[in-house]
């Protein structure tokens, strides 16, 4: 199985602050990335998948890139609303498997 | 809009099989990797696996000899079943849909269902 892992595991910000989230494999995925936003008690919501590509609905504040293997997040001017728990997950090779998360709270 | 719903018994005895059934409303069933997803409170998410078109089924490799997703296309609904849990199966239990077109992203999920395996 391809292992994902996340950096930090936990941060705290402001509201306006900029928030980047780092995703690295243990094998190379190309542009096959994926990210989540999760609240406590409810679904994953689906961020960014393929690397870049913007859900549904998602603000544009939210990015995602890639440098060789590792892949950000990146979050500007950050609201309310953006205070979760993120999880990555690769979908290059079945099982298709996720990062641990990285929970973003209040400063 | 599609929406999912996950029902079935919150508890199961060990030694005995989990079912869990996805009720999709607002949408077709149709040409869709549906997709079951699981997480221990508090932990990571796990992918269980997907079925394809009532016919392409593919598994955790972890969880491959215990799992079974059918789609009942007459329903809308597609199922899981995991036999032989223990309490390591005690997890929220997701039912998905992936973006359009990919097998993989997934942009519409059910609420979640818990499921606590214990005697």
């Known amino acids: 199985d391809i292992q994902m892992t996340q950096s930090p595991s936990s941060l705290s910000a402001s509201i306006g602050d900029r928030v980047t989230i780092t995703c690295r494999a243990s094998q190379n995925i190309i542009t096959y990335l994926n990210w989540y936003q999760q609240k406590p008690g409810k679904a994953p919501r689906l961020l960014i998948y393929?690397?870049?590509r913007l859900a549904s609905d998602v603000p544009s504040r939210v990015s995602g890139t890639r440098s060789g293997t590792e892949f950000t997040l990146t979050i500007t001017n950050l609201q309310p609303e953006d205070f979760a728990t993120y999880y990555c997950?690769?979908?290059?090779?079945?099982?298709?498997?996720f990062g641990p998360g990285t929970q973003v709270d209040i400063k | 809009q599609v929406q999912l719903q996950e029902s079935g018994p919150g508890l199961v005895k060990p030694s005995e099989t989990l079912s869990l059934i996805c009720t999709i409303s607002?949408?077709?069933?149709?040409?869709?990797?549906w997709t079951w997803i699981r997480q221990v409170p508090g932990k990571g998410l796990e992918w269980i696996g997907y079925?394809?078109?009532?016919?392409?089924?593919k598994y955790n490799p972890s969880l491959q000899s215990r799992v079974t997703i059918s789609v009942d296309n007459s329903k809308n609904q597609f199922s899981l079943s995991l036999s032989s849990v223990t309490a390591a199966d005690t997890a929220v239990y997701y039912c998905?849909?992936?973006?359009?077109?990919?097998?993989?992203?997934?942009?519409?999920w059910g609420q979640g269902t818990m499921v606590t395996v214990s005697s």
């Open positions: 997950q690769q979908s290059y090779n079945s099982p298709f498997t």
């Open positions: 998905a849909r992936p973006v359009a077109g990919t097998n993989d992203a997934f942009d519409i």
């Open positions: 393929t690397t870049s």
């Open positions: 607002g949408g077709s069933i149709s040409t869709y990797w």
């Open positions: 079925n394809y078109n009532s016919g392409t089924t």
